[in-house]
């Protein structure tokens, strides 16, 4: 789910740290490296998944993550070095339509990756363009976004639907496409990167598991964090937002409680030729 707020605020720390926890070790796993490969990862922002990648690829292998603004770079700088893992990866700040790669670079990486980006920008395809110029002829181009039609909590809580729908359109009015995952394998052709995979990545938990309050809290946190710009701008109003909330809070109860998180995963290649 999109992210609301600046790179300085601590709780949306948090809520990305328990997210990459969460998704991190899937995303790693499918993309298969052996170790020596050259990474780029666009829009990394605070390049927990980045570093993630350099720890598979090893001291043989390059990881590079491209951050949007100043501001995020220096916040993933900090985490790297809170974690003794400055040395990993190389960051840049740089425009998401113009990745800020030498001459000498373009055309080199492994593996050219992006989440959660695409559908946080006007122009995705363009993004993707960009970054099937930056992977070798073979390489691969993968992409992971949201898709909001496939959040599923059952049974549901009170107030929750109203809260879901208002939120998808807030998204879009905010100029976030809520719905980018169904696009990505077309976004890969377009773009010349021709499809050779996709997959849905689930993260689900239900009540007993030890995941399912982190995981709800997760959920809870990102319609909180949207929900004064949701109000302002009249998606919802206070009485239908206070309610969804509320019945997403006394949800954590429930004994039978079950949510399921998906996200949309695809793999291009760049032609050999």
């Not at 980018?180 to 689900?204: F, M, N, T, Y």
């Amino acid at each position: 789910m999109y992210h609301h707020r600046d790179a300085l605020d601590p709780e949306e720390h948090q809520r990305f740290g328990a997210m990459n926890d969460m998704l991190n070790p899937t995303s790693v796993g499918m993309l298969g490296l052996r170790g020596g490969e050259r990474i780029l990862d666009v829009g990394c922002g605070l390049a927990q998944l980045t570093r993630a990648m350099a720890r598979a690829v090893g001291r043989s292998g390059v990881a590079m993550g491209i951050v949007h603004s100043d501001p995020w770079r220096s916040a993933a700088q900090r985490l790297a070095e809170a974690s003794g893992e400055s040395s990993l990866v190389e960051l840049r700040t740089g425009d998401l339509f113009q990745l800020p790669l030498k001459s000498d670079e373009w055309g080199t990486f492994d593996v050219v990756h992006a989440r959660f980006v695409l559908g946080q920008v006007e122009h995705p395809d363009r993004v993707v363009a960009e970054m099937t110029r930056a992977v070798r002829p073979g390489g691969r181009v993968v992409i992971e976004d949201d898709d909001h039609g496939l959040i599923r909590l059952w049974p549901e809580p009170n107030g929750f639907e109203p809260l879901r729908r208002s939120y998808v359109g807030w998204c879009a009015s905010q100029g976030f496409n809520p719905f980018i995952g169904r696009r990505l394998v077309d976004l890969l052709h377009e773009a010349g990167a021709s499809p050779k995979r996709s997959a849905s990545l689930s993260v689900s938990s239900c009540a007993g598991s030890p995941s399912f309050r982190p995981l709800l809290h997760i959920v809870v946190e990102s319609f909180q964090s949207a929900g004064k710009s949701m109000m302002q701008s009249g998606a919802i109003d206070r009485e239908q937002f206070e309610a969804g909330m509320r019945g997403l809070r006394s949800w954590n109860d429930h004994p039978a409680a079950a949510l399921w998180y998906t996200t949309c995963w695809a793999e291009g290649r760049r032609p050999k030729n």
